[in-house]
């Protein structure tokens, strides 16, 4: 038994070795160490979007860009080794151009469009630079499982190539697909990027410092019309609605099917039920949730409707999707990484979390309105601005700038954001240890 058990353990310490080599890993080594992997693979085009179009214009064949972080652990599900080996996805794989861009570095911003919240972003083009459509959405940075999947990304493949066949006859309906002129062509354009990347990636020294990570273009933008005293557009500030926030949820094995619709919701009332493909969507045809997400993006915040077509058992209709004043406000932000900065603005570091309906009532938390204890306080720079000012871990906001209706972590940083600028102080109210405490909350830049 004694010998049986020392085994169990020497096996069980052996198969530790890969991964805490793994963890030991500096940055630097996994993005070399990926290209290399890559390029002696061949079947990927690795970061050079210029090759890869000639490549597709000479073969006629389409493009699959995949834009991915290196290293990311969180998407590395649906890329290497799992989706090249798949028995579905591979003889997909092979009627496109692959080519993998790993930084955001001199990425053409006028095409390439996107959720930079993300890190695993799909683009599926023509070769005049027409979008096909996008793959790759993430609701949150460990929860996007239920989002996306290989029986998805498979769907959206299978999905282009045939909009590839029917090309240019379909280039009305596709038209939409490509976004207005950015601010910048190119991320390292931006004012607050410009003096720390080039449009390269520097393999003579620390590559992966090099990096312009997704994130910090969506960081770039909010910082530009923050530095000019402009409010933060709405569609920067709530980027690329889930279809969540409208009540519908879609199936992440299908193109764009619903599985479910929330009661009393924009979803309901426009009609949707599960089972329906939605077909298009403002006459823009949809492979993904991605594509669903990208006409929302491009919806002014404004009220409005949306014209929608779904394949319901075999039968279109046609349903109208009613967005009304706020329905951008109605999706959560909280989970973005971009949510750190807007963090450090509003809230001085702090992250807050709903408190639990048991809990109200009690101990001087409020039975209705606002209540968000302090789940984490920042402790360096001006991420610790709250901590400085004297918030305490655990404490329960109960109102913020005289108002108590806001319920979430995103609504808090919607309303500081848009109302304060740096330099303001705003008062607070927290409970602590049952007594309320007044405090002054001060703005960052």
């Known amino acids: 038994m004694l010998r049986s058990a020392l085994l169990l353990s020497l096996i069980a310490i052996i198969a530790c070795i890969p991964a805490i080599a793994q963890e030991k890993k500096t940055r630097d080594q996994m993005v070399r160490e990926d290209r290399e992997k890559v390029t002696t693979a061949g079947f990927w085009i690795y970061n050079d979007l210029a090759h890869a179009f000639d490549v597709a214009k000479e073969s006629g064949k389409p493009l699959l860009v995949v834009l991915r972080c290196i290293p990311c652990h969180e998407c590395v599900k649906l890329d290497d080794e799992l989706v090249d080996r798949d028995p579905v996805l591979r003889p997909l794989l092979e009627k496109f151009v692959c080519v993998r861009i790993v930084a955001t570095n001199g990425l053409d911003l006028s095409l390439f469009q996107f959720d930079t919240d993300q890190s695993f972003a799909v683009f599926m083009l023509n070769a005049d630079r027409t979008v096909y459509g996008r793959f ?8 996007w499982i ?75 933008v909010r910082d530009f019309y923050r530095a000019k005293g402009e409010a933060i557009p709405a569609e920067v500030l709530t980027p690329y609605p889930h279809p969540r926030s409208l009540g519908l949820l879609l199936d992440p094995n299908h193109r764009a099917t619903v599985k479910a619709v929330e009661k009393d ?23 993904s949730m991605a594509d669903l997400q990208w006409v929302l993006h491009t919806t ?66 409020p039975v209705d309105g606002m209540a968000l204890r302090v789940k984490h ?57 049952g007594k309320r405490v007044m405090l002054q909350l001060p703005m960052q830049p």
């Open 136 to 143: 790759g959405t993430r609701s949150h940075r460990t929860e």
């Open 146 to 220: 239920g989002d996306v999947s290989l029986k998805g990304l498979a769907e959206a493949l299978s999905g282009a190539l045939t909009l590839h066949q029917n090309y240019p006859g379909n280039s009305a309906a596709l038209r939409s697909k490509t976004g207005p002129a950015p601010l910048f062509v190119h991320p390292e354009d931006f004012p607050s990027l410009k003096e720390k990347f080039t449009s390269s990636l520097n393999y003579d020294g620390d590559v992966a410092k090099s990096c312009i990570h997704c994130h910090q273009i969506g960081d770039a």
């Open 265 to 287: 919701t924009i979803a309901a009332k426009a009609g949707f039920r599960p089972g329906d493909a939605i077909v298009s969507l403002q006459g823009q045809p949809l492979l």
């Open 300 to 365: 002014p915040a404004e009220s409005g409707e949306l014209k929608a077509i779904v394949d319901r058992d075999g039968t279109q209709a046609e349903l109208t999707v009613s967005l009304p004043v706020g329905w951008r406000e109605l999706d959560d932000i909280s989970w973005r990484a971009s949510a750190w900065g807007l963090r450090r603005m509003v809230t001085g570091g702090m992250l807050l979390e709903p408190v639990a309906d048991d809990e109200r009532g009690k101990d001087g938390i």
């Open 377 to 433: 306080l920042g402790e360096y720079g001006p991420h610790a601005a709250a901590k400085n000012a004297g918030f305490q871990k655990n404490d329960v906001v109960v109102k913020y700038d005289n108002r108590s209706d806001l319920r979430t972590d995103s609504d808090v940083l919607r309303y500081g954001i848009m109302q304060h600028g740096a330099g303001d102080k705003v008062p607070v109210d927290v409970v602590r240890s």
